[in-house]
Structures are given as C-alpha cells and as structure tokens.
C-alpha cells in the first residue's frame, strides 16, 4: 500500500523550555544628544501633555522605524521631605510613586501601599526608598524578563550638565543568587554601587529598575542612603528652565518631564540581558529504510516511467527539501525546509528532528 | 521567500502555516500535529543524468545543487509534491493522475485548456451547449463533467493487466474555492461532504472508493486500445463530479469584479458573439490520498451580464 503520511508515535513528540538571552547594551548618547537639532529639541524624546512620564525611542519616533526603548519617571512619597503643597506637580509626583509601588511592592494587610524597601525586607521595616528614578523598559527590550545579574547602569552623579563627571554604576551583580520574591510583580533584586551601597531595586519580570534619586546627591535632607560621592549639584541641561542647584531642588522645583530630560542627560551607559522563554515542541520525523523512496513529483515520471531508474533492480532515489507537519484531517499546520536537498534511497535512514517555538 | 544558506551544516526552517496559527488561536484544541509527509517541490527530476560521463556519483550532481526556499506560511503553496512510500523498490513505473478528455460529457472548452461553469440559468441557456461548459446552478440537468482517471499512463505495459493494488488510488481529496462552488455528483448533482474549510477558504473534499460511490469508482475497461480512456497502461480508479456554483456568483458580479474580468464568447444557441462575460479563472486541486499524484484542474466560472 503506497502512503504519503506517517503517523508520529508517543515517544516522537517532546516538550521542551529553553531559556534565551540576549545582550542589550544601551549608551546614553541614545538618551541624549544623538538626535538633537540645533534649536535643542530632541525627536526621540517623547512627552505627553499629561507630564506624567517621558519616552525614550531608538529614533525619531515620528519614524516608522523608531522603536519604544524605555520610560523614565520620577516620583516621590507622600511621606518624603520633598513633598508638600509648594513642590512642582506634587500629586503628579506621588501618583507616579504610589502607582508604581502598589503595581510593584503590593500592600499591607490593611490595604496601604507598601514603599520601596531598600533592601526588599519588608517586615523588619528599614530604610525606604522614598524618591525615585524610574526606568520602565520596553518588552521589546526587557521580553520575557532581564536576566539576574545582568544589569548595569552608570550615572554621571557629579559636575555640570556640559561637564559631568563622577561617574556612579549601579548593578545588580549579586542578585544571581540573592534576589526576593515578596513583590506582587515577580522577583526582585537590589541595585548596589560598588561599595555595596543599596542604591535601588530591579523587577526582573516587569522590566522596571527603581533608583534611589540619592544617586545625585548626598544631601542627608532626603530620606537617602548615605554617599560620599556626588560633590557637585549642576543636574540639568543647559538653557532648561528647571532648577538646576540640586536633585532635590529639581524634584521639588521641577515638572516631571523636565526632572527626566536631567537625569537622561546623566545617564551614561545602561545595559542588561533579557530572556525569552522558549517552549518547544520538537517532533522526530522517523524516516526508515523503506519509507519515501518514491515522490509524486510530476517531474520524477516520464510517461509513468520513473525516471531515476532504467532497470526494475535499480534503486529508487527521492530527495527531501520540506517536511509538512499535519493534523489528524490533513491541514498542514507547520512547515519545515531543509537547507539542501537530503539525497533518500533503501539503503538510507533518517531521524529529521523539527523543533517548533511557542 | 528567499533561498536558505547552504553553504554549511543543513539547517531546517520551520514555520506554522497561516491555517496552523488560526487553530492555534482558536484555542479548542484543534491545532494538533498527528503526523507527517515529506516534500520536494523544488527537485525537477528532469535534471537525474542516468548517463553522466563521470559515473554514478553524478548523475544527481544537479539535483543535489538545487537551492531550497524558505519555507511558506500558506499552507496552500506547500507540499505540493509528496514523497511516497512503497514498501517494494522494483517499481518501474507509477501511476499519475489525468484529466479523461475522451469521455462523452467530459470535453475541455475549445481552445482555453478550461472547463466553464455556467453560474446562473442565463449563462446555462446561452453556453450550455458548448463542449465543457458545465451547469452550475442546475447540474443535474446537465451532462456535462469532470472526470479524472488514475493508472499507468504508458504503452509499455497493457491495459489488460490489472494495476498493482499497491498502486490503485483508493481515496481522492478534492480542494476548490469555497467562495465559488461545491462539488456534486455527476450523476444526481448530490452534494459532496466537505471535510474542513481553511483559512484561505478553500474547501477539502475526500472521496472514497466504496464509500462515495457516486464519485469515485474502478475503471474496469481493460481493452486495448479503448477510445474513450486517456490512460494507456493498467487503470486504476476514476473520479467524476460536477460543480455547483455559489449563491454569490450567482446572484452577484461582485466576487467576478474582485477576482475576475470579462471576454467575448459565441452563444451557442444563436451563435452570436456575447461582449463582457464575467469570468473567474481557477484551479480545482485533485490528489490522490494514497499516491500523492496532485492535478489542477483549470476551470472558469462564467456569467452572463
């Protein structure tokens, strides 16, 4: 009996997940200066009449080429020092704040929202991460979750804006094996300078790293993590109308758009792995000897003649370039193409595996 | 599609088709791969050198040369040629596939290569005379239809043989646009069952011998010559229907304006020239189940304005 089909058997089909990283370096010329015209206005940076957040595109993102890299925000407490009815967009800024905690931190048993914690250990309280930088990036950067321990990013915390210096980077390099998973948005791990300061938080899931706005200063006024570092205040670009003397300053003095054109411009470098989680469907297309030495390629006969044999005794020979994957009715639900030609006679057998990604 | 790398290790390049991602999506647990078949659309066998100079080991020097396309998502332009598996290797010949033009009622239309289907009664009273043209709104009162034979198509072996059982075609899966017609018996016009409609509306038939009697029967005449067979050698089974035109084409231009245009053709009861007659050009696909042999059978659906 001729057939064109073979039925997969049980120990022919089998599942597998495989974890894929890549590598997604970002400079902080993306961020700021690469696509600045001479009047100052930069076409990748993209405002929104509500102010609450400002977004980062690879391009100008009037261009269909452009793509949604990250967003930045800032925010703070309604608890914080900054906070207070003089303060520039003040319920904007512990709007953003509040949302992002309760998205990212949960809350308690009564119902608050929980704060960022400095060092993720909520119950024993500690310090509070009451002002904050927040990074949100784009699935298609971040994907299915940043790799642990791959995250790192630099600030240049001191000097002006024309002239920055000291530089700041902040990593999560021991979050490899040393992360939480009390957040209600997946786990977490802590962002730490090189001096094991705790300088902010990394949801690996949701793709948002939080910053401590401590990074720009060291000003004990805030409810900051301690530093010996920033010794300058001239956070801000040139000819910008927000207050430029200091990070706090700029939170309080500034709208959130513009607190986020300051901090771009002292973003030097960010970078991290992301990983997609492939499931994969790999089928054994089992080719024995006897099996699919003929084709009904219209080519192969001459006058039903075979046109690869001259003689009864000759061995016939078929050549496979595509595998078709069917359902149980005959649809041909998946396809698979070989790179060349697979020469298939009686004397040869073949195990062709097809993996499909889901 | 673009030609896939072959400069080094063979690679595969799998896809789920357009139809394969809609089950997927329905989410009923329809998208579920059973089995598998092997193609090679892109080898022309025409390139086996049986006679090279340089020996066996390049007679398919060219064959094994031939660069591959990435694979396709529609899963209608694929696998249009199967590998086949027969357990015996001391086959020298195989059967194919052709349309029988001997067959009383079963003439192309002159000149087009075509058989037309008539959508509406108009059109029917106005060409239904012409050889080939087919009567889609009443098929029942028309003689006209399509027959495939199956068999050895070759004067080295005789008809009087019976075909080798192996080689016989049992099954028949038919695919048309749904959008345009349905099959039906030729005899009675019954409907055929369809089995699945896919994404790109092309409706599945199968027909089997035995079960679609109507349809699929043994071609039993093992004379030699006979006059009204179109295959040479042994004969295996033949496949007859008719097509039934849709409701859209036959009560609308629409779907002709869209795929469509028009031409000239002599009415064949006045024998005058009618302007403008809408037309359709496709393909029904027939494949034998069992031998994988696949045939397009060219068919245009007409209408009168």
Known sequence: MATTFKTFLTNDVVSTRTMLHEAIPMTGTIASGTYTNKAGAEHNIKNYSHGMFQSVYDYPYLSSSANHIYDIAVGYSALSALSGASSIQNSKKINIYNQMAQVLMGHSASGEILRFDQDGDLLSGGTKLNECVFFNFSRLLSKDEIKKGSFSATFLTGGTQAAPFGALTVTDAAATNDFRINSPAGEYGILQDGSSNKLGLLFYQAGIAVVTASVFTSLSTLNLIARQRLVSYGIGAPGASYDTSSMESLMTGSHITASCDAIRNRLQSVSFNNTTELNSTIYFCRVNHNDYNYTANPTYLSGSKIRVKNATTDSPVSYITTIGLYSADNELLAVAKLSEPLKKDPTTEFTLRVRLDY | ?305
């Open chain 2, 1 to 305: 599609m673009a030609f896939l790398d072959n400069s080094g290790d063979i690679i595969l390049d799998a896809v789920l088709t357009d139809t394969g991602r809609m089950r997927l999506a329905k989410g009923d647990g329809s998208f579920k791969i059973a089995k598998f078949a092997l193609g090679d659309d892109e080898i022309n066998y025409a390139l086996y050198n049986k006679n090279h100079t340089s020996g066996s080991a390049y007679y398919d020097l060219e064959i094994l040369q031939t660069p591959v396309l990435e694979a396709f998502t529609n899963n209608g332009s694929s696998m249009k040629s199967k590998l086949v598996s027969i357990p015996r290797t001391n086959l020298l010949y195989m059967p194919i596939l052709k349309i029988n033009p001997f067959a009383s009622g079963n003439e192309q239309v002159e000149s087009s290569g075509s058989f037309f289907v008539a959508v509406d009664s108009d059109t029917e009273s106005s060409f239904g005379l012409e050889g080939g043209v087919l009567g889609g709104e009443n098929p029942s009162a028309d003689n006209s239809f399509i027959r495939v034979d199956q068999g050895l198509d070759t004067t080295e072996v005789s008809p009087t043989y019976t075909i080798d059982a192996d080689l016989a075609e049992t099954q028949y899966i038919i695919e048309i646009d749904n959008r345009l017609g349905k099959i039906c018996a030729s005899t009675d016009a019954t409907l055929a069952n369809i089995s699945f409609i896919d994404d790109d509306n092309i409706a599945t038939y199968f027909l089997s011998l035995g079960t679609d009697l109507k349809f699929v029967k043994e071609n039993t005449n093992r004379s030699n010559p006979a006059p009204l067979e179109c295959i040479a050698g042994p004969r295996g089974t033949t496949l007859t229907f008719k097509v039934q035109a849709s409701l859209d084409l036959n009560t609308s231009t629409y779907l002709f304006e869209r795929l469509g245009g028009t031409f000239n053709m002599r009415d064949a009861t006045t024998g005058a020239t009618v302007s403008s007659v809408y037309y359709i050009d496709t393909t029904i696909r027939v494949t034998g189940a069992t031998t994988g042999y696949r045939l397009d059978v060219p068919v245009r659906f007409i209408k009168k304005p």
